[in-house]
């Protein structure tokens, strides 16, 4: 009887030990591996561009009705890096087109049936709001009025939220037409939509916000306002 219940409580031990190792994974070093991805990825864009290989256009508020075809957007591969104020000046991240399981372990995800960066349309993005870096784990203090910004190497891209965090659930992909209904459009116009999940350990709602292109500037002008401390 005793020797069953030490090799029980062995098993337990054991078990308990295994479970202690799965959290630490899950909690730390998923996002260690995660935050090298994503700054591996954002030296790549750099990279590129500093060879002069960005060839999207300068498109938005301003700009030409008929701008240079935009260059391609790969499955898996970043094509533009994403800032948000309210979340800290020093938060930066890669935006990577499509959003299969792989693709948001190295950043955010561009939903691929949504508008391109800065192109009239919906342009559409996901991220963890926990695991992989956390990237959006500070999702519900985004408010009305905060900037979100982007580039693509040539352009810089500032929209303005309008409205949420916005609650719903997985099934509303409503949220990313091209006039979300629920965000208060009621006409085309270029706008951009950031999704994560929702609570903050789990995946039974999103959290939802709507924004429109408030301005673009090329690159060569220096850091648009919203970034500048």
């Keep these: 009887m005793r020797v069953i219940v030490r090799s ?29 991805v994503m700054n591996d990825q954002i030296d ?33 591969k970043p094509f533009a890096i994403m800032y948000i104020p309210r ?8 935006v990577l087109e499509g959003t ?16 391109r960066l800065g192109q009239e349309g919906n342009f559409a993005v996901a991220g ?3 695991t992989y870096g956390d990237p959006f784990k500070d999702f519900p203090e985004l408010r009305p009025g905060d900037a979100v910004v982007l580039t693509n190497g040539t352009t810089w891209f500032t ?17 990313i037409d091209p006039v979300p209904r629920k965000s ?18 789990g995946h039974s709602h999103r959290l939802i916000v709507w924004a429109h292109l408030d301005s673009t500037q090329p690159v060569e002008a ?3 306002k919203a970034l500048r401390r």
């Design 8 to 36: 029980v409580s062995e098993l337990c031990i054991t078990v308990g030990a295994l479970i202690v190792l799965f959290v630490v994974y899950v909690l730390f070093w998923t996002g260690v591996k995660a935050d090298s």
């Design 184 to 201: 208060g459009y009621t006409r085309p116009g270029r706008y951009l939509t950031l999704t994560t999940c929702d609570p903050e350990w």
């Design 100 to 115: 299969g399981t792989d693709v948001l372990k190295k950043g955010l995800a561009h939903y691929a049936r949504t508008a």
């Design 222 to 224: 220096g850091k648009p």
């Design 159 to 175: 929209y303005r939220i309008d409205k949420g965090p916005y609650k719903t659930v997985p099934t509303d992909v409503e949220v």
């Design 128 to 130: 963890h709001r926990r």
């Design 44 to 76: 790549q864009l750099q990279r590129e561009w500093s060879k002069g290989a960005a060839e999207h256009p300068a498109v938005g508020p301003g700009a030409s009705s008929s701008p240079a075809r935009p260059a391609a957007y790969h499955y898996g």
């Design 87 to 94: 979340l800290g000046f020093t938060w930066n991240k890669p």
